[in-house]
Every structure is written in C-alpha cells, then in structure tokens.
C-alpha cells in the first residue's frame, strides 16, 4: 500500500523560513538523500489559511512511497536532510505518516 510523509513547517509569531534556500538548497538534499525512493512529490507554499486569514503553515512538503519499505528506506536516509533545518528555519516540524486510500 502507497505510504506517505509529509513535512509541515508551522507558522507562528516567532518563526522564520528561508522560502528561496528551502526551494534550492534543502530540495536539492532532499533528492540527493532520498530521491530515490519517493516515487512523487509536492511542496505547498503557505499564502492564506483562508479568506482573509494568514497561513497556519510556512509550506507543507508531501512525499509519496510505494510501500512502508521505501518510506523506512528514505527516514533512515534523511540524516543530512534533518541537519540542514536550522540553514533556513527555526521551526521544529510536524511529521505525518500515512497511507492513501485507493
């Protein structure tokens, strides 16, 4: 069954987020470690959380697996990933695992 990650980085009053960093540099990571065993992928730029309400989240990274093997695969990989936060944010993400439905 497809399993899923995905990254959120909340906003708060005090948070920070290097949008052109986390597009270059932490993305370019992401594929170097991990590549290789997301079979897509997705990044959510936060603009609104509504009509008229700021963004509850900075962005929203989601990676789709083929299976819980690929997904243990890419964690045990994402050393590197994790150690490049503090390059472009102060934020302790929110992880979700999950499946998809069918």
């Given at each position: 069954?497809?399993m899923?990650?995905?990254v ?13 960093y986390y597009?270059s540099s932490?993305m ?8 290789a ?7 959510t730029?936060?603009l ?6 700021p963004p509850?989240?900075?962005?929203i ?23 490049d936060?503090?390059?472009f944010t ?13």
């Open positions: 069954m497809p899923t990650l995905q959120l980085y909340p906003v708060s009053d005090d948070t920070t987020f290097d949008d052109a597009q932490h370019d990571l992401v594929s170097e470690h991990m590549g065993h997301i079979q897509s992928q997705v990044v730029k936060g609104a959380g509504g009509p008229d309400t509850g989240f900075h962005a990274a989601t990676f789709v697996f083929a299976d819980q093997a690929a997904l243990d695969a890419t964690l045990a990989s994402a050393g590197p990933v994790l150690a936060l503090p390059n102060n934020v302790t993400p929110t992880m979700l695992i999950g499946q998809t439905y069918d």
